[in-house]
């Protein structure tokens, strides 16, 4: 069962704007963790940010945010001042354990373009 | 000094042959995957081994078969190949099962197949 969802499939923003990519997660769990990665056309797959589900301030890398809601199960990722490198699919990942053994498991991705 | 690599980056071949793409990580982590990427970009976990030993095996087809000679290399080898197999292919690590800093993925191998 898919337990990452991000319900938009693609985004699209000036440079220099602020841009906000939602995740949702399912879990019986109350200690997990969450990332962002990036996956630029080179297709490398790139960790952009993480949170520690017991830490309640939210994870800050740079221009890159989260916003963690717990209650809710979102795991937002927000951009500011948006690069042309910026440009790529994005895909929320949550840690889950499934019958003992742990797995990160990814939403359906986001593909965000930035536009000059 | 690349931390996760995997040969080959890009494989053609034809239905029904047998094939296999290395990866070796360089960064001291005990735990490694591959993953499969789709064509609607939708990344799946195939396998997981710790420290040589299986923990992961996902509903893949037989034909796959990961092998791991020692906890810096896992290699999956691909028996009769089929159109379905085509995809890109990524090799993963990380410290320790729980994996909580990530995992760092190799740059993938896109596996086509005629």
């Known amino acids: 069962a898919q337990t990452v969802t991000q319900s938009q499939p693609e985004m699209s923003v000036q440079e220099a704007e602020t841009v906000t990519l939602s995740c949702t997660y399912d879990t019986s769990e109350s200690n997990y963790y969450l990332f962002w990665y990036k996956q630029p056309p080179s297709r490398q797959m790139i960790l952009v940010i993480r949170q520690e589900a017991y830490k309640q301030q939210n994870a800050t890398e740079n221009r890159f945010s989260v916003n963690f809601q717990k209650a809710a199960k979102s795991f937002s990722l927000k951009i500011s001042d948006s690069q042309l490198g910026d440009t790529a699919m994005y895909f929320c990942a949550f840690m889950n354990r499934i019958q003992g053994a742990q797995k990160l498991v990814f939403g359906q991705g986001t593909r965000l373009t930035i536009n000059p | 000094d690349t931390a996760v690599s995997q040969t080959p980056k890009y494989l053609v071949t034809q239905m029904g042959n047998d094939k296999s793409i290395k990866c070796e990580q360089n960064?001291?982590?005990?735990?490694m995957y591959w993953y499969k990427q789709d064509s609607k970009k939708f990344l799946k976990i195939m396998f997981s081994?710790?420290?040589?030993?299986?923990?992961i095996n996902e509903t893949v087809p037989n034909r796959f078969s990961p092998k791991s000679p020692d906890k810096a290399h896992l290699n999956l080898h691909i028996n009769s190949l089929e159109l379905g197999d085509s995809a890109v292919y990524f090799c993963?690590?990380?410290?320790?099962?729980?994996?909580?800093?990530?995992?760092?993925f190799g740059s993938g191998t896109r596996l086509t197949v005629v």
């Open positions: 960064l001291g982590h005990d735990t």
């Open positions: 081994y710790n420290n040589k030993e299986l923990i």
């Open positions: 993963a690590s990380s410290l320790g099962q729980l994996g909580a800093y990530g995992y760092t």
